[in-house]
């Protein structure tokens, strides 16, 4: 596979504040991901995960800036590129799916007319013809009764179909690479177990790269075929999900791997021994 | 299925009630039945006096009386029938100017803040510059150097009150543009003039039509100001306030004819200030 065959390549990328020339957020990150590749970004807050993704989108926000470094989506450079080039990729080459389903849709137009919206955005169609389209994907989204539901308002949803017709707003322009972010935390379990098993086939379907934003290592462990694993701006493991699961290089992953509860955890282990001693190793917070 | 029925029926009646909770006071229903009757009474004044214009020599200034219910002007025409006339002008004049000023103020609003930056400042700090200028001042210079038709005084009136417009509209989509769904829109690939006015516009609609309703009401004081100087509409044309120029003339004898278009002027500005500040009132406590 060569750099132009992937669907992201990022090299060296160093983003930090614009403010203060001292302050950097990420310390060159690189990362390559192949057409259909699911590639499981974990980390805890503050590790610079969801800055990354926001970052592969061109929505980092306005204090911050990518000080070297290059994004590259199916060839095309992501930084410094100008807001209409933005418009085309977003949503064709790449689109998102994030946390809070509950305000991320607009609440004064009906989940249809968003979803044509968004299908006219990149393709010259007629609105029947998107209106056709919608209903198919709110059915493939398993949206019950599409021919109605099309024209309900986002406040007649619950979370977890809010999720889902946010992500057939996000699947409507058939995009190659798809940013979740934390795409099922603000949602129940069950409704969690739903979303992950309809993402699985609709990636599987349509051929899509994933970057799945998760600080749960053991929910990107069951979804991604790798892992990488983020700290204070780096990269700072990655392979793939079984070798990292079973066999984990970098004493932040096993505090990682240590965190997730199962029936045999101890419940009397000091839960943070594994970070303090990944924080030994890396310098602790000297950075 | 059935909660999601249950849910909707509820979202029903909670959108119905907001008209419901601006009906439910009572100055609100009399202001706007008082609007009603004001606009049906211009609007068919050329049908309910044909002959409003028709000059009568013997009828003089009559006092108010059963034929004359408002008494007649100085020519011997019904004042009721000229005021249904001059009616219809000044809605005119202060629809027209509130719509101009509607359509300067959100565009004007939506650029200061998706641009943000210099250009943000450049166009709020010239909305403050207007505003800080008395708005009758700033009206008397231009109808002074452009005259005084009614096409003049709409243009006049709906850029002064622009500014008032754009402010608003700037601090509601400055709101609506940090929200999620804005985000949500974003990547996807909707382009930023596409999110602005199919997606942000309906959110700050409620707002922006809280600001046209006193606009409204501001434009029609104006307009009456003018013509009371002299600046406003010309005779043979009348507004309310050319009504009540010329009958300030001929107090204290003819009182009727100063007094009953002054109490109409009144009486609108009362009405679309109620309408508007209830509007203004119900929007803020929804924000809290």
């Not at chain 1, 590749?37 to 993704?53: H, N, P, Y």
């Not at chain 1, 029947?128 to 009764?145: E, N």
């Not at chain 2, 214009?53 to 034929?67: C, E, F, G, K, M």
């Not at chain 2, 109620?274 to 509007?279: F, L, T």
């Amino acid at each position: 596979m060569t750099v132009d065959d992937a669907v992201l390549n990022i090299s060296d990328l160093r983003i930090g504040l614009r403010a203060d020339a001292e302050v950097e957020l990420l310390h060159g990150v690189s990362m390559t991901l192949a057409r259909g590749e699911r590639v499981g970004l974990v980390g805890e807050s503050g590790s610079g995960k969801s800055l990354l993704s926001l970052s592969v989108m061109g929505l980092q926000p306005p204090a911050i800036d990518v000080r070297s470094g290059s994004i590259r989506v199916n060839g095309s450079e992501v930084v410094g590129a100008r807001d209409s080039r933005l418009d085309e990729l977003r949503g064709r080459s790449m689109a998102m799916i994030y946390q809070d389903p509950m305000s991320s849709l607009n609440p004064v137009r009906s989940v249809g007319a968003q979803i044509v919206e968004a299908i006219r955005a990149h393709a010259t169609v007629s609105r029947a013809a998107a209106r056709r389209t919608a209903i198919d994907l709110l059915g493939s989204v398993g949206v019950r009764d599409p021919h109605r539901t099309v024209d309900n308002y986002p406040h007649e949803f619950s979370g977890g179909m809010r999720q889902r017709v946010m992500i057939a707003m996000a699947i409507s322009c058939e995009p190659d690479l798809l940013l979740a972010d934390e795409p099922t935390t603000a949602l129940d379990v069950t409704t969690q177990a739903k979303i992950m098993e309809l993402l699985d086939d609709l990636v599987e379907q349509r051929g899509m790269s994933v970057i799945f934003v998760t600080h749960d290592i053991a929910l990107a462990s069951s979804f991604c075929s790798r892992i990488d694993v983020m700290r204070r701006g780096e990269v700072v493991e990655t392979g793939p999900t079984a070798e990292v699961m079973r066999n984990p290089q970098h004493p932040y992953t096993s505090a990682l791997l240590a965190s997730i509860c199962t029936f045999e955890t101890d419940p009397t282990r000091p839960l943070l021994s594994g970070v303090a001693a990944a924080d030994a190793l890396t310098g602790g917070a000297s950075r | 299925m059935t909660t999601t029925t249950a849910i909707a029926t509820a979202e029903a009646a909670r959108r119905r009630s907001s008209l419901r909770v601006l009906l439910a006071d009572p100055s609100v229903v009399v202001a706007m039945l008082t609007i009603l009757l004001v606009v049906a009474f211009s609007v068919l004044a050329p049908v309910l006096f044909p002959d409003a214009n028709a000059i009568d020599s013997p009828n003089r200034l009559l006092a108010p009386s059963p034929s004359h219910w408002f008494g007649t002007d100085e020519l011997g025409r019904d004042l009721l029938a000229r005021m249904a006339h001059a009616g219809q002008l000044t809605l005119l004049i202060a629809l027209g100017a509130m719509a101009l000023s509607i359509v300067l103020g959100v565009v004007w609003g939506m650029l200061a803040a998706s641009f943000g930056g210099w250009i943000d400042e450049v166009l709020m700090r010239t909305a403050d510059a207007i505003l800080a200028v008395p708005m009758i001042l700033f009206a008397l210079v231009f109808v002074a150097a452009l005259g005084s038709s009614p096409e003049v005084l709409i243009v006049i009136l709906g850029i002064v009150k622009a500014p008032l417009a754009a402010r608003v509209t700037r601090s509601s989509t400055m709101v609506e543009l940090t929200s999620d769904y804005v985000r949500g829109l974003t990547v996807i690939g909707l382009s930023k003039r596409r999110i602005l006015f199919t997606e942000i516009l309906p959110n700050v609609f409620p707002v922006i039509a809280a600001v046209a309703t006193l606009n409204i009401a501001s434009a029609i004081m104006i307009e009456a100001s003018l013509s009371f100087i002299g600046l406003g509409v010309q005779p043979p044309l009348a507004s309310l306030g050319t009504l009540l120029k010329i009958g300030y003339g001929y107090l204290p004898d003819g009182w009727w004819y100063a007094l009953f278009p002054a109490a109409a002027i009144t009486v609108v500005i009362a009405a679309f200030n109620a309408v508007g500040k209830r509007i203004e009132r119900y929007l803020d406590r929804r924000a809290v």
